[in-house]
């Protein structure tokens, strides 16, 4: 991003005038300012700056923008981000990261970086990362930790490679972090334009753009993202516009302002923005914009709308948290179908005035009876009470709000009786509208063909009530189903969810495991286990890589038909079965090493150290290789469910293994190295660790 302009107080000196420039000394305090200090939020910092250099890495060498991100896991816990960029030379990476406040980057507004300091990001979090960097066919690997106060750049080495250029800076994350990188990635990346390749796959961040009337700004969702301020995005990059009274936000709320590169100063840390003279500027002039555009794209978007129910979603949307008096301005009525405008009236005590109806207030009007053909009548009860109210003109309480209307459930009633307890049992707690025939005398197909019409108008969605009873009243054997069959699907945690018609197509065409229910309640054929160990077996399987089809709960009078179909199976038959072919992994406890300790001396051995010692890292690696396996379980309680239902268990096993206990008394130095600082162990050069090996032989030889 190009540098801001600075001032220039004085243009001329006398040369009788003697001056002195100022300068910054590189002390640890000054260091610790610029590479840790200068965060609020360690964590997002390092995300956004190692982030954004990547996509500049690639719009730098006019290449297509990807990379990939790397969040940690409890398997693995590792945090990189690899671009697909430039590289870098040696010589480059050792200018770059040894000089902060070196940057390419100011003399364009394509890409993010301008002040030198955020690649350094992750000495905030960690005491050291690594910096990979791919050129021309060679991987280059450098260390970046801090010595005597100061970062310092270490050469670790390069080998050759086919990989893309590119650079991969990574550092490790403590267990307790791993939930926050996770977190602050989401927050994060929703703004990216460049969207990266993750490892995790069940983040959200893409933006949902539904409900955006402009693509210069929107209201941001009410969600815990935002609070009541405004929000500026550059660069990706959102920053949180400060509630100060030199910006005049013209009553806006949760507007997230989309700027040009280099529109607004933030401050070091890059998290928040600076109250200079430009910034207020262009923060105060947008607003001054959207409040003229906003009526307008408002009326744009409702236009587009393609049913009531749809405009008023619209509506809800482009007002909220927009000012009242830009509120006052925006009408859906002239989008709203005729059918929709029979229901407007006067809302509350305010009928008996001389106010004029509005979209605001809802109910049966002569407009909606001569419209019906004198056919239909309606009912409403809400989520608090038992018994309904007639939709009617003789009382302000049977008014309904427009969002009241349109996210009650519709229900059709296509029956002339026994439906009052279906409908009871099944929304019970919910709001309802019943749609029904005006009286005995009203002919109910010709009531019914009207109200469907009417509401397929509104694109209100609506239920038969000849429906509902056949999916609640399970006591009538001779009831049949419509369309296929009723059935509850049931979570992976043995919760059973709400019944629903699965229609035949389905039924046939796809595996399912069932369980036999009486009403809601899971029955159980084999007492030898609970039904909480079938489910909780499930989810293990699922958890180590095996695929199992959905389980639905089937009702008493629906069990007969599946038990003849193929492709419906047995829930404890099939559990109990599919347990026995499964193959997990698992470790001993004498298997388990202290893997905080042993891990490091990766670090140290190589091709020089004693023989026994690289067979034990070998060793170890491929104890860790095993541990990362899918199938790999280490909870008391998944291995009580793996012996239960007889399923197979792989042990890691070694041929002659090496006893740790021997290697430690043998090499007393290395491995006290290996459990030092990090810090002291990343000192050591090549050279270093050859002569520590050297002596470990030595050692052990005069002491064997």
Not at 51 to 78: I, Q, R, W, Y
Not at 136 to 161: A, F, L, N, R, W
Not at 240 to 249: L, M
């Given at each position: 991003?190009?540098?801001?302009?600075?001032?220039?107080?004085?243009?001329?000196?006398?040369?009788?005038?003697?001056t002195?420039?100022?300068?910054?000394?590189?002390?640890?305090?000054?260091?610790?300012?610029?590479?840790?200090?200068?965060?609020?939020?360690?964590?997002?910092?390092?995300?956004?700056e190692?982030?954004?250099?990547?996509?500049?890495?690639?719009?730098?060498?006019?290449?297509?923008?990807?990379?990939?991100?790397?969040?940690?896991?409890?398997?693995?816990?590792?945090?990189?981000?690899?671009?697909?960029?430039?590289?870098?030379?040696?010589?480059?990476?050792?200018?770059?990261?040894?000089?902060?406040?070196a940057?390419?980057?100011?003399?364009?507004?394509?890409?993010?970086?301008?002040?030198?300091?955020?690649?350094?990001?992750g000495?905030?979090?960690?005491?050291?990362?690594?910096v990979?960097?791919?050129?021309?066919?060679?991987?280059?690997?450098?260390?970046?930790?801090m010595q005597k106060?100061?970062?310092?750049?270490?050469?670790?080495?390069?080998?050759?490679?086919?990989?893309?250029?590119?650079?991969?800076?990574?550092?490790?994350?403590?267990y307790?972090?791993?939930?926050?990188?996770?977190?602050?990635?989401?927050?994060?990346?929703?703004?990216?334009?460049?969207?990266p390749?993750?490892?995790?796959?069940?983040?959200?961040?893409e933006?949902?753009?539904?409900?955006?009337?402009?693509?210069?700004?929107?209201?941001?969702?009410?969600?815990?993202?935002?609070?009541?301020?405004n929000?500026?995005?550059?660069?990706?990059?959102?920053?949180?516009?400060?509630?100060?009274?030199?910006?005049?936000?013209?009553g806006?709320?949760?507007?997230?302002?989309?700027?040009p590169?280099?529109?607004?100063?933030?401050?070091?840390?890059?998290?928040?923005?600076?109250?200079?003279?430009?910034?207020?500027?262009?923060i105060?002039?947008a607003?001054?914009?959207?409040e003229?555009?906003?009526?307008?794209?408002?009326?744009?978007?409702?236009?587009?709308?393609?049913?009531?129910?749809?405009?008023?979603?619209?509506?809800?949307?482009?007002?909220?948290?927009?000012?009242?008096?830009?509120?006052?301005?925006?009408?859906?009525?002239?989008?709203?179908?005729?059918?929709?405008?029979?229901?407007?009236?006067?809302?509350?005590?305010?009928r008996?005035?001389?106010?004029?109806?509005?979209?605001r207030?809802?109910?049966?009007?002569?407009?909606?009876?001569?419209?019906?053909?004198?056919?239909?009548?309606?009912?409403?009860?809400?989520?608090?009470?038992?018994?309904?109210?007639?939709?009617s003109?003789?009382?302000?309480?049977?008014?309904?709000?427009?969002?009241?209307?349109?996210?009650?459930?519709?229900?059709?009633?296509?029956?002339?009786?026994?439906?009052?307890?279906?409908?009871?049992?099944?929304?019970?707690?919910?709001?309802?509208?019943?749609?029904?025939?005006?009286?005995?005398?009203?002919?109910?197909?010709?009531?019914?063909?009207?109200i469907?019409?009417?509401?397929?108008?509104?694109?209100?969605?609506?239920?038969?009530?000849?429906?509902?009873?056949?999916?609640?009243?399970?006591?009538?054997?001779e009831?049949?189903p419509?369309?296929?069959?009723?059935?509850?699907?049931?979570?992976?945690?043995?919760?059973?969810?709400?019944?629903?018609?699965?229609?035949?197509d389905?039924?046939?065409?796809?595996?399912?495991?069932?369980?036999?229910?009486?009403?809601?309640?899971?029955?159980?054929?084999?007492?030898?286990?609970?039904?909480?160990?079938?489910?909780?077996?499930?989810?293990?399987?699922?958890?180590?890589?095996?695929?199992?089809?959905?389980?639905?709960?089937?009702?008493?009078?629906?069990?007969?038909?599946?038990?003849?179909l193929?492709?419906?199976?047995?829930?404890?038959?099939?559990?109990?079965?599919?347990?026995?072919?499964?193959?997990?992994?698992?470790?001993?406890?004498?298997?388990?090493?202290?893997?905080?300790?042993?891990?490091?001396?990766?670090?140290?051995?190589?091709?020089?150290?004693?023989?026994?010692?690289q067979?034990?890292?070998?060793?170890?690696?491929?104890?860790?290789?095993?541990?990362?396996?899918?199938?790999?379980?280490?909870?008391?309680?998944?291995?009580?469910?793996?012996?239960?239902?007889?399923?197979?268990?792989?042990?890691?096993s070694?041929e002659?293994?090496?006893?740790?206990?021997?290697?430690?008394?043998?090499?007393?130095?290395?491995?006290?190295?290996?459990?030092?600082?990090?810090?002291?162990?990343?000192?050591?050069?090549?050279?270093?660790?050859?002569?520590?090996?050297?002596?470990?032989?030595?050692?052990?030889?005069?002491?064997?």
């Amino acid at each position: 991003m190009k540098q801001q302009a600075y001032r220039d107080n004085i243009s001329d000196i006398s040369g009788e005038v003697i001056t002195t420039e100022f300068a910054l000394e590189a002390n640890e305090s000054m260091i610790q300012m610029l590479t840790q200090s200068v965060y609020k939020d360690p964590i997002l910092a390092v995300i956004r700056e190692w982030s954004t250099n990547a996509c500049d890495a690639c719009l730098m060498g006019n290449k297509p923008v990807k990379f990939d991100v790397h969040l940690p896991t409890t398997e693995d816990t590792t945090f990189f981000v690899r671009d697909y960029g430039i590289g870098l030379s040696k010589q480059d990476v050792v200018t770059i990261f040894s000089t902060l406040g070196a940057s390419t980057k100011r003399d364009s507004n394509l890409v993010n970086g301008t002040l030198g300091i955020g690649r350094m990001a992750g000495l905030a979090v960690a005491d050291a990362f690594t910096v990979e960097s791919f050129l021309e066919g060679i991987h280059s690997t450098y260390v970046i930790s801090m010595q005597k106060g100061k970062p310092v750049t270490i050469d670790m080495g390069s080998v050759p490679t086919a990989e893309e250029n590119g650079i991969k800076i990574s550092l490790d994350v403590p267990y307790s972090d791993i939930s926050v990188f996770k977190e602050k990635a989401s927050l994060l990346y929703i703004h990216f334009d460049y969207k990266p390749n993750l490892n995790l796959k069940d983040i959200v961040i893409e933006l949902d753009t539904t409900g955006h009337i402009s693509e210069d700004w929107y209201i941001a969702k009410n969600d815990r993202t935002y609070s009541i301020s405004n929000y500026v995005v550059m660069c990706q990059v959102c920053y949180e516009i400060p509630n100060d009274y030199v910006v005049k936000n013209k009553g806006f709320k949760n507007l997230v302002l989309k700027a040009p590169a280099g529109s607004v100063t933030f401050n070091p840390g890059r998290e928040s923005l600076s109250l200079d003279k430009k910034t207020v500027e262009f923060i105060n002039n947008a607003f001054i914009e959207i409040e003229k555009e906003y009526v307008e794209a408002a009326v744009a978007s409702m236009a587009l709308a393609n049913n009531d129910k749809e405009l008023m979603a619209r509506y809800t949307a482009v007002t909220k948290a927009v000012p009242s008096n830009i509120i006052d301005l925006i009408d859906p009525t002239p989008f709203a179908s005729d059918e929709f405008k029979t229901l407007f009236t006067v809302g509350g005590y305010a009928r008996s005035t001389n106010s004029n109806i509005s979209f605001r207030a809802l109910t049966i009007t002569d407009a909606f009876i001569q419209k019906t053909n004198k056919l239909v009548d309606a009912s409403y009860k809400n989520s608090y009470y038992k018994t309904s109210r007639k939709m009617s003109l003789d009382t302000y309480q049977s008014v309904l709000s427009f969002s009241e209307f349109f996210n009650a459930h519709h229900v059709i009633i296509d029956l002339k009786s026994k439906y009052r307890k279906a409908l009871n049992d099944n929304f019970d707690g919910k709001p309802l509208i019943t749609w029904l025939k005006t009286d005995k005398d009203t002919d109910i197909d010709l009531a019914v063909a009207e109200i469907k019409g009417f509401l397929d108008v509104l694109g209100v969605s609506y239920q038969l009530a000849s429906d509902i009873v056949a999916l609640v009243d399970v006591t009538t054997s001779e009831v049949v189903p419509r369309e296929g069959l009723y059935v509850r699907p049931i979570e992976r945690d043995g919760t059973v969810q709400r019944a629903q018609v699965m229609k035949e197509d389905n039924a046939l065409s796809n595996d399912y495991l069932y369980v036999r229910l009486n009403n809601t309640t899971p029955v159980q054929t084999d007492p030898s286990f609970s039904m909480s160990n079938y489910f909780d077996m499930c989810a293990l399987m699922r958890n180590t890589g095996y695929s199992l089809p959905p389980i639905i709960g089937v009702p008493k009078k629906y069990q007969e038909y599946v038990d003849d179909l193929d492709n419906w199976m047995d829930f404890e038959t099939y559990v109990k079965d599919k347990s026995q072919e499964v193959t997990f992994k698992a470790l001993k406890k004498e298997q388990k090493y202290a893997s905080n300790s042993f891990a490091t001396l990766a670090e140290l051995v190589n091709e020089d150290s004693p023989e026994d010692m690289q067979k034990f890292m070998k060793e170890y690696r491929e104890y860790q290789n095993f541990r990362k396996s899918t199938e790999y379980i280490s909870s008391s309680h998944s291995m009580f469910l793996a012996n239960l239902f007889n399923a197979n268990i792989e042990y890691f096993s070694l041929e002659d293994p090496e006893d740790i206990t021997v290697l430690v008394e043998k090499y007393p130095l290395t491995f006290a190295l290996a459990t030092s600082a990090y810090t002291q162990r990343v000192l050591l050069n090549t050279e270093q660790r050859r002569k520590l090996m050297e002596m470990e032989k030595l050692y052990a030889v005069h002491n064997h």
